[in-house]
């Protein structure tokens, strides 16, 4: 008789239930990246057509360029906090690597405190910005400027929420 006990496999194993925190996080990360994409095509799209319009019948569509800006500065500050989440930033770890482990933790802490810091007063400035701008229209769509203004607050506390998940572990 044999004391080991049986190796559970990918099919034998029980699924744990995801708890209201993963289904939340779940959703946020997919939401934010279903937007990235929206965006991304439209503005490809949007920009593609306007060039094919300009060649083809010398004239364009007079705010698909200002659209297309703006749908860009959106998808930096969306694309940013998704980018830390999945570790696409550039990123120096010279100093970190030949740090000891207890000092290298150490010094992640005070950058991730800092990233918050920054964060913090990015997301008050830029609300304080996007309030300042609410009744300034852009030149062609007439749109309020605010609302391309927004995407600084909101995605700087998409930066920070993406950075309080990797802190609990959960990359993804």
Not at 4 to 27: I, N, W, Y
Not at 29 to 47: D, G
Not at 151 to 157: A, F, M, Q, T, V
Request: glycine share 8%; hydrophobic share 55%.
């Amino acid at each position: 008789m044999s004391d080991q006990k049986p190796t559970e496999t990918k099919e034998t194993a029980a699924v744990a239930p995801v708890s209201l925190l993963g289904r939340v996080d779940r959703f946020i990360v997919s939401a934010n990246c279903l937007v990235l994409v929206a965006l991304l095509a439209t503005m490809a799209v949007i920009i593609f057509v306007n060039v094919v319009m300009r060649y083809v019948t010398r004239d364009s569509i007079i705010w698909a360029e200002e659209l297309g800006r703006y749908m860009m500065i959106w998808l930096t500050f969306l694309g940013t906090g998704i980018t830390l989440r999945f570790g696409g930033h550039l990123a120096v770890d010279t100093l970190q690597a030949a740090l000891p482990a207890a000092l290298a933790r150490t010094m992640r802490a005070i950058v991730v405190i800092l990233i918050v810091i920054f964060c913090g007063v990015v997301v008050w400035a830029g609300v304080q910005y996007a309030e300042g701008t609410w009744l300034q229209e852009t030149a062609a769509m007439e749109i309020p400027f605010g609302a391309v203004t927004a995407c600084i607050p909101i995605g700087l506390l998409l930066v920070l929420y993406h950075l309080f998940a990797i802190a609990r572990g959960n990359r993804g």
